[in-house]
């Protein structure tokens, strides 16, 4: 089955380290996407990619990174200089040159402790 | 640049109420619209879309028209039922960018 995975699905980091999260998708896109969602808010863009071996910003890069060395796979690094990383962050796909939908994966909920 | 406005939330309906949900935009191009809908603790699955004038999408009883003369694209649904408590976004789509509006959540009560 076609899809996008994202694990873990629950994820604990003690203050001061780096985490890396995972986002696999086997649906063919060009374009890969993360977003950060917190308790009744939207969804915020972190970053973006519309094909390998490049990426922007998105809204709140500060303090997380990305990679893009294959087309299926966008992991997602939220590291010790982002100030408050508790939150729910999706990963989604879509196809590029058009207005078409994106397709999320399930999230992953990572908590500081 | 590209936005959206979302009604605010939390909606309480009883079971078999009309539901609508607003959603007006702002976009430089001609958007593709979008209703996506989240349920606890999962991801974004998409309800329904349109992608020019006057065009209804629509989905287990749900549906949106895309308003171009009001940039708007509302949700509507005629009778609501408890498995439709949810997390619903509008999201214009521009580009291969989304916009997310904040989300309106929606608990049905029988």
């Known amino acids: 089955d076609g899809g996008i995975t994202q694990s873990p699905k629950y994820l604990f980091r003690k203050e001061g380290q780096n985490v890396t999260l995972s986002c696999e998708q086997n649906?063919?896109?060009?374009?890969m996407y993360w977003y950060r969602q917190d308790p009744g808010q939207g969804l915020r863009l972190i970053y973006y990619?519309?094909?390998?071996?490049?990426?922007q910003k998105g809204d709140i890069a500060e303090g997380y990174s990305v990679s893009r060395e294959k087309k299926e796979s966008f992991p997602l690094t939220v590291t010790s200089a982002q100030k408050n990383p508790t939150a729910f962050y999706l990963c989604?796909?879509?196809?590029?040159?058009?207005?078409?939908?994106?397709?999320f994966g399930q999230g992953t909920r990572l908590t500081v402790v | 640049g590209d936005s959206v406005t979302q009604m605010e939330g939390p909606v309480t309906l009883s079971e078999e109420a009309f539901l609508t949900i607003n959603c007006t935009y702002t976009?430089?191009?001609?958007?593709?619209l979008f209703w996506y809908v989240q349920y606890p603790g999962e991801g974004l699955q998409l309800l329904l879309k349109?992608?020019?004038?006057?065009d209804k999408g629509s989905n287990k009883g749900f549906e949106a028209t895309y308003r171009k003369e009001t940039t708007s694209f509302h949700l509507e649904k005629g009778s609501v039922q408890v498995s439709d408590s949810a997390v619903y976004f509008c999201?214009?789509?521009?580009?291969?960018?989304?916009?997310f509006g904040t989300g309106t959540s929606l608990t049905v009560i029988p």
């Open positions: 989604a796909s879509g196809l590029m040159g058009g207005n078409t939908e994106a397709f």
């Open positions: 649906l063919n896109h060009d374009a």
């Open positions: 999201a214009p789509s521009h580009g291969n960018q989304f916009y």
């Open positions: 349109a992608t020019k004038a006057d």
């Open positions: 976009a430089t191009g001609y958007p593709s």
């Open positions: 990619s519309q094909i390998v071996n490049d990426f």
